[in-house]
């Protein structure tokens, strides 16, 4: 999609730009076309525009919640839009097809919008655009939309029914959806916005029941969980100090983790500066605790960027201990540096290695972390551009990967030394497969726990192994 100005955020070194006020709308418009021409990751972009540009802290909130809503759930938008426009999408300049997703996404997935606003805003950025042309169409079809749109009885699923998130639905005027008993997968792709291979995928592995459940988690907004730093504070306080500034909060599953009630700026919070808590899903919280460290241990963190994992076992080993944190990008390391700085720790030294890892360090190690790259199937909702950028084929190329890196895990760490495998994916060809297939290769090496987290129950989805590296057998 070629933006009207031809702009080119989310490059390193954007070109000035004298700072001008620049509205919600037309910050989602912005960040959405560079996101679909040209795949840059779209909170880059808003960073880059709103350094440029005068943007209230209001309306890069509500840019941000359009610009990955829009994400989420274009093909829901699509669809939906198609009903209600009679010109092929083909004969539909890019930029107007945008805006049509930015109304759409407004009228039939925010709270608290008035129609008339979600309408006529969309519209004045075109206007803003000196595209006076698009105004009709948009205004329009936005319209029309806006009349169509009441809230639904229930959530039973239904041609003529928009799903929102697990307690909401939006009811249409007429039918846009397939069929949900006749077509099942067709529905769930577009009723819920997700590419194809993978709800079929759900649905043979899991069943329809399950695959649907998903399709709803993922497409809720997520909350926020974070990891008490307990060398700095203990999580009673932390709680006290947060409820005072008015973050409801709950005691989470591991006795350092909250969860935060509400959705808030984590890095303005009391306590965040000064090191007292870090954010963390409790499934990643999960694969530190299964390693299970040991002050004065020896630790290997491989991949170990951006650092939440790293910075857990130093706080578990009482930052008594030695972490090596090796990455292939120096960007990444600096993150764990500066997590580490924060956190005020000092047992953690971060090392760059190689992309094929031939450089990491030999060990032996008491116990090692892989933290793999993987799919991220199971944190969709918190990224919300993997669902689009991930495909079958990638699956296949990551678990080669995977399998390569757990081998080089059990090769650094010590006769009875233990290895976590950790994974963010719920696709069993990154999780046990690699696992099992590794084992096979190995008389050196065994299982002794697995853990499967389901995503929604009540965390992220994930996976992590523990083996145990036992005497060579000769």
């Known amino acids: 999609m070629k933006s009207p100005r031809g702009r080119r955020y989310g490059s390193k070194k954007p070109r000035p730009q004298s700072r001008r006020p620049l509205s919600a709308r037309r910050l989602a418009y912005d960040a ?22 005068d943007v209230s802290r209001a309306d890069r909130a509500m840019a941000m919640e359009i ?31 945008a805006l049509l997703q930015i109304g759409a996404y407004q009228l039939l997935m925010m709270q608290g919008v008035p129609p008339h606003a979600a309408v006529g805003e969309t519209v004045e950025v075109a206007k803003s655009l000196r595209r006076p042309e698009w105004t009709a169409l948009l205004n329009g079809v936005l319209r029309t939309l806006s009349k169509s ?46 590419p194809r291979w993978l709800v079929r995928d759900w649905v043979e ?24 730093n307990a060398l700095q504070q203990t999580t009673e306080i932390v709680s006290e100090v947060l409820e005072t500034a008015g973050v409801e909060t709950e005691a989470g599953h591991w006795p350092e ?47 170990a960027a951006p650092g939440g994992k790293t910075t857990h076992l130093a706080e578990l080993i009482n930052d008594d201990g030695s972490i090596v944190a090796v990455d292939t990008d120096d960007a990444r390391l600096s993150r764990i540096a500066d997590n580490a700085t924060r956190l005020r720790l000092n047992s953690i030294r971060c090392q760059k290695i ?41 699956i296949e190329e990551l678990s080669v990967l995977q399998r390569r890196l757990l081998g080089q895990a059990l090769e650094r760490v010590r006769p009875g030394g233990h290895v976590v495998y950790s994974t963010c994916s719920i696709d069993p060809r990154e999780n046990r497969d690699v696992v099992a297939d590794v ?33 060579r057998v000769h």
């Open 149 to 194: 749109v009441s809230d639904a009885a229930d959530m039973a699923m239904s041609k003529d029914r928009v799903p929102v998130d697990v307690t909401h639905a939006k009811q249409l005027d007429r039918s846009v959806f397939p069929d949900p008993t006749s077509a099942t997968v067709q529905y769930l792709v577009k009723a819920f916005s997700y």
């Open 205 to 228: 592995r899991l069943g329809v029941e399950e695959t649907t459940r998903l399709c709803q988690w993922f497409n809720t907004p997520p909350a926020v969980t974070i990891r008490v």
């Open 257 to 303: 983790s909250l969860r935060l009630m509400s959705s808030t700026r984590i890095g303005e919070l009391p306590g965040f500066a000064e090191g007292w808590f870090s954010v963390q899903d409790e499934s990643a919280m999960s694969a530190a605790r299964l390693l299970d460290p040991q002050p004065k241990d020896h630790i290997l963190d491989m991949c």
């Open 439 to 471: 084992l096979a290769q190995r008389e050196d090496a065994q299982l002794v726990r697995e853990i499967d987290h389901q995503p929604g129950r009540a965390c992220d989805g994930g996976y992590q192994a523990l083996l145990l590296r036992a005497d």
């Open 32 to 53: 959405l076309t560079a996101w679909q021409e040209r795949g840059v990751f779209a909170g880059r972009v808003l960073d880059d525009i709103s350094r440029e540009h």
């Open 67 to 97: 610009t990955y809503g829009v994400i989420r759930r274009q093909a829901t938008l699509d669809t939906v839009i198609a009903a209600f426009v009679e010109r092929p999408r083909k004969n539909i300049e890019d930029g107007v097809w």
């Open 354 to 394: 190689s992309l094929d890892g031939e450089d990491l360090p030999a060990g032996p190690f008491d116990r090692v972390l892989v933290d793999v790259p993987c799919s991220n199937t199971g944190v969709l909702g918190k990224r919300p551009e993997v669902r689009w950028r991930i495909s079958p084929s990638d």
